[in-house]
């Protein structure tokens, strides 16, 4: 029989007068899997260009063409010379809330104004690349997986010697929060049944229509319906896996998503 175990994703709060974002991007390399939040909200420009790049697949089957042991795992050039980019260059921006720290996604670049694809992880504390670079995300999970590529033998240019590929980079999804005084706070829980094998969902200060929807992490719709008070969704004959309750209005907003992981 499955166990279920909740995990929480993402709280939906309230503020006064902007909407936000934070965007999860997992990528899918040759070595393994990892995740990274991008900072939308601090830069806006440099992680809505990344973000728009991984939209399109750019960096589907690109390398990570330089490993510095101690310092910097750098990738996102077609070319994989170093010398490769989308074929633009973007702004730098820079906030003073980020910095080059350990697991920290930077803008590689050669010289102002002249970001475009590339990218690196900063391997160890590396503040004295500040504010040359501009940070636009950091690795959330399964960092070891980068350490493992940190580790690869290279050659005297820092190429490994064997590629390490980005089979594929892919949004995962996006942390809400939202100004419009129209939606009302939610106060949502999921109970995972491990004896019924039911996830059940309730709400409070339901008053207006909501849909409750059960989605895998690449969209795939296994529930959707209306939610009152309480849904029951079944889960027996799921696959092993990470699933997504979703909370969305009348008009399709999403307004909370809840992580489901759902083991043997």
């Known amino acids: 029989m499955k166990n279920l175990y909740l995990g929480m994703f993402v709280l939906v709060t309230l503020s006064t007068n902007q909407v936000k974002a934070q965007t999860d991007v997992i990528f899918y390399t040759s070595m393994g899997i990892f995740e ?39 990738g996102g050039d077609p070319l994989g010379t170093g010398f490769g980019g989308p074929g633009y260059t973007i702004e730098d921006e820079f906030d003073p809330l ?42 959330t999970d399964n960092f070891d997986i980068v350490q493992d ?66 989605i895998n992490n690449a969209g795939q719709v296994f529930f959707e319906d209306v939610l009152i008070d309480q849904q029951t969704i079944p889960a027996a004959n799921l696959q092993a896996g990470m699933y997504f309750v979703t909370i969305t209005n009348e008009e399709g907003k999403m307004l909370k998503v809840e992580k489901v992981m759902i083991g043997l």
């Open 36 to 74: 990274a939040e991008m900072y939308d909200t601090l830069q806006p420009i440099t992680a809505g260009n990344f973000i728009s790049l991984v939209e399109e697949e750019f960096y589907d089957g690109i390398i990570f063409h330089r490993v510095v042991d101690g310092f910097i795992v750098q």
């Open 98 to 139: 980020t910095s080059n720290v350990v697991k920290s996604i930077a803008m590689a670049n050669s010289g102002p104004n002249t970001g475009g694809s590339q990218f690196y992880i900063n391997m160890v504390n590396n503040v004295f690349l500040d504010p040359n670079y501009p940070v636009f995300g950091i690795v």
């Open 149 to 214: 590529i940190e580790a690869v033998p290279v050659d005297g240019s820092d190429r490994p010697l064997t590629e390490v590929v980005m089979d594929s980079v892919r949004v995962k999804t996006v942390y809400l929060s939202t100004a419009t005084e129209n939606i009302p706070s939610l106060e949502i829980t999921i109970s995972p049944n491990p004896t019924t094998d039911l996830i059940q969902v309730s709400i409070l200060n339901n008053d207006q229509v909501y849909r409750v929807s059960l």
